[in-house]
């Protein structure tokens, strides 16, 4: 069973530059993460949907951020303008349901 | 405000030895508790979890204690082998109501000496 799938592995921009990331999760999987993981912390959410339908967003800084996921498979989690502070590990997850997540590899940003 | 708390940033065990990885939170609605570990460069995977029905699971090795009155969860490996050192990650998520995205403690850096 293929795993969760994201791209870029890596990516340097600089501040006020825009970036995007891609997931696509597990098959079958409808609920799917996007966590933020600065160096020395743990995974922060940042949002989840159901489908295609957003189930939580609270933590998403939507000034700058923004995700979507229109056929409720794959998704992209987008940043614009990009801070310093954006430099992170951004975590993909997908799930079937309550209790496990399934993570992909990370997408690590650095931000000059 | 940290909801989920791991207060050890690391912790040196000898291999054979039992380590003991320790959790708290602060959220009553919490009702179920996981741990992952985490090697450099790859995702977060899940080791071992913990509805709040249960006290105590176990998995091999790898066991997770739940004391829900001291909101308390702490993760047993026994025997500690090489392979375990990882950063380990609690993190906590409420049934009630759809949004159940993980709450994660800092993590703890386990490290097996030979």
């Known amino acids: 069973e293929a795993g969760v799938a994201q791209s870029p592995r890596y990516k340097i921009i600089e501040k006020r530059q825009s970036v995007a990331f891609w997931c696509n999760p597990i098959?079958?999987?409808?609920?799917l993460y996007w966590y933020q993981q600065i160096l020395g912390q743990g995974p922060k959410l940042l949002i989840q949907?159901?489908?295609?339908?957003?189930?939580?967003d609270s933590q998403l800084p939507k000034d700058r951020f923004s995700a979507e996921r229109l056929k409720g498979v794959d998704s992209t989690l987008k940043i614009q303008p990009a801070k310093l502070e954006d430099s992170a590990v951004y975590l993909c997850a997908s799930s079937l349901g309550i209790g496990e997540l399934f993570f992909g590899e990370g997408s690590r940003l650095t931000v000059l | 405000d940290q909801q989920v708390k791991q207060n050890s940033p690391s912790l040196s065990v000898q291999e054979g030895r039992i380590s003991i990885l320790n959790c708290d939170y602060t959220n009553s609605m919490f009702d179920y508790f996981l741990w992952y570990k985490k090697y450099p460069a790859e995702g977060p995977t899940f080791l071992i979890s913990i509805s709040s029905i249960k006290d105590k699971n176990e998995d091999g090795r790898f066991t997770v204690f739940l004391n829900k009155s001291a909101k308390h969860l702490s993760l047993h490996i026994v025997p500690s082998q090489p392979g375990d050192s990882a950063v380990y990650f609690c993190?906590?998520?409420?049934?009630?109501?759809?949004?159940?995205?993980?709450?994660f403690g800092k993590g703890t850096h386990l490290i097996i000496q030979p």
């Open positions: 949907f159901q489908n295609n339908g957003v189930v939580d």
């Open positions: 098959s079958g999987h409808a609920t």
């Open positions: 993190a906590a998520t409420s049934s009630v109501g759809g949004a159940d995205g993980l709450t």
